[in-house]
T-cell receptor, first 110, second 110 residues
Framework: DSGVTQTPKHLITATGQRVTLRCSPRSGDLSVYWYQQSLDQGLQFLIQYYNGEERAKGNILERFSAQQFPDLHSELNLSSLELGDSALYFC?????????FGPGTRLTVL | KNEVEQSPQNLTAQEGEFITINCSYSVGISALHWLQQHPGGGIVSLFMLSSGKKKHGRLIATINIQEKHSSLHITASHPRDSAVYICAVGLPQFNYQLIWGAGTKLIIKP
């Protein structure tokens, strides 16, 4: 158990809809990272937050947004969903250098 | 050219064989990570190293900073080692944002 939790574990929705994925980092970790892993593809870095502020942005679509709250949990919002958004979404938190991964949310867009 | 290259892409071996997975990178790094992703999707951090060699059970990871190369070795491989092994490098100037290799899919046959 990495100490990072993600909810929900699975999410099935339709094209055009909006969903919110939630991540709670390990106790004491200030950084949260979001990654997308599409079918048969490697992990793609989406965005990083550090202590409530956006720190780095990767290949995140404009339809996607994220935030980190004062209690350090983070939410990734995906809107106007398309079939191609179906993927595993991981969050990770980090202390010093090492990242610890949550179990992921499997999103299926029908 | 990708900044992180892994080889081989796929590896099938018999139980008991010695396994080597290679990772080469082209950027300056703060640390290199080896991670394991099981068929269910969960990601586990195996090693984080910035120099030398680390060992954990049957797993050994080495890194040569001058040559920008790392290897992950598995001794006495077992079918439960079947997974995707991912190399990722942390960039010192980007708050440990990771750049990911494409992964090596390892299958160990009994």
């Amino acid at each position: 158990d990495s100490g990072v939790t993600q909810t929900p574990k699975h999410l099935i929705t339709a094209t055009g809809q909006r969903v919110t994925l939630r991540c709670s980092p390990r106790s004491g970790d200030l950084s949260v990272y979001w990654y997308q892993q599409s079918l048969d593809q490697g992990l793609q870095f989406l965005i990083q937050y550090y202590n409530g502020e956006e720190r780095a942005k990767g290949n995140i679509l404009e339809r996607f947004s994220a935030q980190q709250f004062p209690d350090l949990h983070s939410e990734l919002n995906l809107s106007s969903l398309e079939l191609g958004d179906s993927a595993l979404y991981f969050c990770a938190s980090s202390g010093w250098n090492e990242q610890f991964f949550g179990p992921g949310t499997r999103l299926t867009v029908l | 050219k990708n900044e992180v290259e892994q080889s081989p892409q796929n590896l099938t071996a018999q139980e008991g064989e010695f396994i080597t997975i290679n990772c080469s990178y082209s950027v300056g790094i703060s640390a290199l990570h080896w991670l394991q992703q099981h068929p269910g999707g969960g990601i586990v951090s195996l090693f984080m190293l910035s120099s030398g060699k680390k060992k954990h059970g049957r797993l050994i990871a080495t890194i040569n900073i001058q040559e920008k190369h790392s290897s992950l070795h598995i001794t006495a491989s077992h079918p439960r080692d079947s997974a995707v092994y991912i190399c990722a490098v942390g960039l010192p100037q980007f708050n440990y944002q990771l750049i990911w290799g494409a992964g090596t899919k390892l299958i160990i046959k009994p």
